[in-house]
């Protein structure tokens, strides 16, 4: 795992001996992605510099240090990532009689590139990955991304200086950054807390979708004020659509077979590493699977990280505890305080660069810098609940969908615009002392449903945490995105694999992935994700749901393959997730934090917000009358980044914990 950067200006502008420390000083405030080692490469006559640090994983001699030449001296690689089949392609390669210096999954993808060309190469990489390959023939760039959204990677155009980073502090150290906020990506934060891809907080700067690649010239960079689109080289889409066409026939008992020795042959691949492994584990079925497997392809008890935490409602730390001891892993839990975890909270403006609201980054964070010292790689289970069902609001959103299309679709909608504008409030005031707290926010979500149509419709105001995140953000109409883009219409699907799709395409590439990379590189350690495998990810798509959901209950075929590992009784219980009580502190111990971040007078001042919102819902969250507490994260997080974004030179740098 490393931190990439580099510009690219043609014009002609750029001075030679400047080259260099520029992109060095872009690649110093990655420090934390790469503490091992710094390499800057650049070709004066193009108007190109290349920049990388290095976390070494997998060879560990200079001849893994980036960038790195290709054999045939072609091309200039920067590499951000592990390919987990590059011996495999590079046994391939040895029989075209491609020589090799090292040992690295680097060199294999330069060898690969120079023989196969970028597209093939990219087709035949199982693995995470973002890169920058610089043509020295033809003059040009490309950028690439992994399938599912691993690894990230910006870009922007400023003036005729075109910059990429994995992180947005590495480009703002470039003499041509400048920035202004874009209302429109700050209206989707608002929405889901987190900034879809492309977008990003600053307008002009972009996220490079997953599974794309980004070609750019001189040509486009001198004579266009815009850059091409991204191409495709895998398509979730086209997966998903083929797991539709052709589900698996076989009978369940033989597709938990499969499953199985898929998973293993991931897990293997994702245990290489020249360095400490371990894995995270909740006790939950996603991350007992990933360390079941593990353990069963290990000779050495697997290291294993818990954090635990006083209040049982979020305390996940006994659970994995039982996992761990039947599983006989060497396990190590840490109890931290709420005071520990709230210390957190002034990092994570610098740690992820833009807002950013997913309170369970807190957590993570947390745990990634318990592994970190012990393991320099540590495996998790994430994307487990997308890829075969497991969220509990699939269940409950299927419900409410069925139930739905049993009312004339006019009536729905009637009913819907008739009560969707009844505030929160007024509801909490009706149902709250029948039904209990948060009713309110139910209600309100339940007729801007009945007043949409679609099935992805739907969805998107059921996983959004404001339906009208205008009424805050002055200005801020939002773009199209993933949940948006009709396009991405998965015609003949049920509700349950759309659901999925949405969350594939959006929130976990674009929530998840976000939070556990920017947690665990903040501390120098890479996570890998098994379950993102492209070949699991093809076979999960082929699933029917009767292998996926049974009742209320998700992960049907996964719970039978980790059966045969852990006992039934060590996993069957309410899925928790991974939490701290933001509402709760809000009301207490960061009250008066929160309450400086949104004083009135400043927040007219921005002009950003609109204040006299924002004040509604702080004053009904700390009377008790609604719990706000998701809308005020985000709110929080966007006014914390602002003012760590102004009280600091542009490419401060964090420290690495």
């Given at each position: 795992?490393?931190?990439?950067?580099?510009?690219?200006?043609?014009?002609?502008?750029?001075?030679?001996?400047?080259?260099?420390?520029?992109?060095?000083?872009?690649?110093?405030?990655?420090?934390?992605?790469?503490?091992?080692?710094?390499?800057?490469?650049?070709?004066?006559?193009?108007?190109?510099?290349?920049?990388?640090?290095?976390?070494?994983?997998?060879?560990?001699?200079?001849?893994?240090?980036?960038?790195?030449?290709?054999?045939?001296?072609?091309?200039?690689?920067?590499?951000?990532?592990?390919?987990?089949?590059?011996?495999?392609i590079r046994r391939k390669l040895e029989r075209e009689s491609v020589p090799f210096r090292g040992r690295s999954d680097t060199e294999?993808?330069?060898?690969?590139?120079?023989?196969?060309?970028?597209?093939?190469?990219?087709?035949?990489?199982?693995?995470?990955?973002?890169?920058?390959?610089?043509?020295?023939?033809?003059?040009?760039?490309?950028?690439?991304?992994?399938?599912?959204?691993?690894?990230?990677?910006?870009?922007?155009?400023?003036?005729?200086?075109?910059?990429?980073?994995?992180?947005?502090?590495?480009?703002?150290?470039?003499?041509?950054?400048?920035?202004?906020?874009?209302?429109?990506?700050?209206?989707?934060?608002?929405?889901?807390?987190?900034?879809?891809?492309?977008?990003?907080?600053?307008?002009?700067?972009?996220?490079?979708?997953?599974?794309?690649?980004?070609?750019?010239?001189?040509?486009?960079?001198?004579?266009?004020?815009?850059?091409?689109?991204?191409?495709?080289?895998?398509?979730?889409?086209?997966?998903?659509?083929?797991?539709?066409?052709?589900?698996?026939?076989?009978?369940?008992?033989?597709?938990?077979?499969?499953?199985?020795?898929?998973?293993?042959?991931?897990?293997?691949?994702?245990?290489?590493?020249?360095?400490?492994?371990?894995?995270?584990?909740?006790?939950?079925?996603?991350?007992?699977?990933?360390?079941?497997?593990?353990?069963?392809?290990?000779?050495?008890?697997?290291?294993?990280?818990?954090?635990?935490?006083?209040?049982?409602?979020?305390?996940?730390?006994?659970?994995?505890?039982?996992?761990?001891?039947?599983?006989?892993?060497?396990?190590?839990?840490?109890?931290?305080?709420?005071?520990?975890?709230?210390?957190?909270?002034?990092?994570?403006?610098?740690?992820?660069?833009?807002?950013?609201?997913?309170?369970?980054?807190?957590?993570?964070?947390?745990?990634?810098?318990?592994?970190?010292?012990?393991?320099?790689?540590?495996?998790?289970?994430?994307?487990?609940?997308?890829?075969?069902?497991?969220?509990?609001?699939?269940?409950?959103?299927?419900?409410?969908?069925?139930?739905?299309?049993?009312?004339?679709?006019?009536?729905?909608?009637?009913?819907?615009?008739?009560?969707?504008?009844v505030s929160v409030e007024r509801w909490e005031a009706i149902l709250n002392p029948i039904l209990g707290e948060r009713c309110g926010?139910?209600?309100?979500?339940?007729?801007?449903?009945?007043?949409?149509?679609?099935?992805?419709?739907?969805?998107?105001?059921?996983?959004?945490?404001?339906?009208?995140?205008?009424?805050?953000?002055?200005?801020?109409?939002?773009?199209?995105?993933?949940?948006?883009?009709?396009?991405?219409?998965?015609?003949?699907?049920?509700?349950?694999?759309?659901?999925?799709?949405?969350?594939?395409?959006?929130?976990?590439?674009?929530?998840?992935?976000?939070?556990?990379?920017?947690?665990?590189?903040?501390?120098?350690?890479?996570?890998?994700?098994?379950?993102?495998?492209?070949?699991?990810?093809?076979?999960?798509?082929?699933?029917?749901?009767?292998?996926?959901?049974?009742?209320?209950?998700?992960?049907?075929?996964?719970?039978?393959?980790?059966?045969?590992?852990?006992?039934?009784?060590?996993?069957?219980?309410?899925?928790?997730?991974?939490?701290?009580?933001?509402?709760?502190?809000?009301?207490?111990?960061?009250?008066?934090?929160?309450?400086?971040?949104?004083?009135?007078?400043?927040?007219?001042?921005?002009?950003?917000?609109?204040?006299?919102?924002?004040?509604?819902?702080?004053?009904?969250?700390?009377?008790?009358?609604?719990?706000?507490?998701?809308?005020?994260?985000?709110?929080?997080?966007?006014?914390?980044?602002?003012?760590?974004?102004?009280?600091?030179?542009?490419?401060?740098?964090?420290?690495?914990?």
């Amino acid at each position: 795992m490393c931190g990439i950067c580099g510009f690219f200006d043609p014009s002609g502008n750029t001075i030679r001996e400047a080259m260099l420390p520029v992109v060095g000083s872009m690649a110093s405030r990655m420090v934390h992605r790469g503490p091992d080692e710094e390499g800057t490469w650049c070709d004066p006559e193009a108007g190109l510099a290349l920049g990388h640090r290095r976390l070494s994983i997998i060879d560990l001699t200079p001849t893994g240090c980036q960038p790195m030449e290709s054999f045939c001296g072609r091309y200039v690689i920067v590499f951000n990532g592990e390919i987990y089949n590059f011996m495999d392609i590079r046994r391939k390669l040895e029989r075209e009689s491609v020589p090799f210096r090292g040992r690295s999954d680097t060199e294999v993808v330069l060898a690969a590139v120079s023989v196969w060309g970028v597209r093939r190469t990219l087709e035949s990489m199982v693995g995470m990955f973002a890169f920058a390959l610089w043509d020295k023939r033809e003059r040009r760039l490309t950028l690439a991304r992994d399938r599912m959204g691993e690894k990230p990677l910006y870009y922007s155009l400023m003036g005729t200086t075109f910059l990429f980073a994995s992180e947005l502090k590495a480009m703002k150290a470039h003499p041509s950054w400048h920035w202004s906020i874009d209302r429109g990506a700050l209206a989707l934060f608002i929405r889901h807390n987190y900034i879809p891809a492309p977008w990003s907080i600053y307008e002009g700067v972009f996220k490079l979708p997953p599974a794309t690649m980004l070609t750019v010239g001189a040509e486009e960079l001198t004579r266009s004020a815009t850059l091409p689109d991204p191409q495709e080289y895998w398509s979730l889409r086209s997966v998903m659509q083929e797991g539709i066409a052709s589900p698996f026939a076989e009978d369940e008992e033989e597709v938990a077979l499969r499953l199985e020795h898929l998973l293993l042959d991931s897990v293997k691949g994702q245990m290489m590493a020249d360095v400490p492994l371990g894995a995270f584990l909740s006790g939950g079925i996603d991350s007992s699977t990933v360390v079941a497997l593990m353990q069963s392809l290990s000779t050495r008890p697997v290291k294993t990280f818990t954090i635990g935490f006083r209040e049982d409602k979020y305390n996940e730390a006994e659970h994995a505890k039982a996992v761990a001891r039947h599983l006989g892993t060497d396990h190590t839990e840490l109890y931290v305080t709420s005071e520990e975890a709230m210390s957190v909270i002034s990092k994570l403006p610098s740690l992820y660069d833009e807002p950013f609201a997913d309170s369970s980054q807190i957590p993570t964070y947390l745990v990634s810098q318990l592994a970190r010292r012990h393991v320099t790689v540590s495996l998790s289970g994430d994307a487990g609940d997308e890829l075969f069902a497991g969220y509990g609001r699939y269940m409950t959103a299927n419900a409410r969908w069925e139930k739905l299309q049993r009312l004339p679709a006019l009536l729905r909608k009637g009913i819907g615009q008739l009560f969707s504008g009844v505030s929160v409030e007024r509801w909490e005031a009706i149902l709250n002392p029948i039904l209990g707290e948060r009713c309110g926010i139910k209600a309100q979500k339940l007729f801007e449903i009945l007043a949409d149509g679609t099935p992805e419709r739907f969805y998107r105001v059921l996983v959004s945490q404001w339906n009208a995140p205008s009424t805050f953000v002055i200005g801020g109409n939002e773009p199209l995105t993933a949940l948006t883009d009709e396009s991405n219409a998965l015609p003949g699907a049920d509700f349950f694999r759309r659901m999925q799709y949405l969350d594939m395409l959006s929130y976990l590439p674009d929530d998840i992935l976000v939070k556990v990379d920017r947690a665990a590189m903040g501390v120098s350690l890479e996570s890998r994700v098994p379950f993102l495998d492209y070949r699991v990810v093809e076979f999960a798509a082929r699933l029917p749901l009767a292998m996926k959901v049974e009742g209320n209950t998700g992960k049907r075929v996964l719970r039978k393959v980790l059966y045969k590992y852990v006992p039934k009784e060590l996993l069957e219980r309410p899925k928790m997730g991974f939490g701290v009580p933001v509402a709760e502190w809000l009301r207490g111990p960061l009250r008066e934090w929160a309450n400086d971040l949104l004083d009135p007078a400043k927040m007219k001042q921005e002009s950003w917000l609109n204040s006299e919102s924002v004040q509604g819902k702080w004053k009904a969250h700390l009377t008790g009358k609604a719990d706000w507490s998701g809308l005020l994260w985000s709110i929080l997080m966007f006014q914390a980044w602002q003012v760590d974004e102004y009280a600091k030179p542009p490419g401060v740098t964090i420290e690495v914990a």
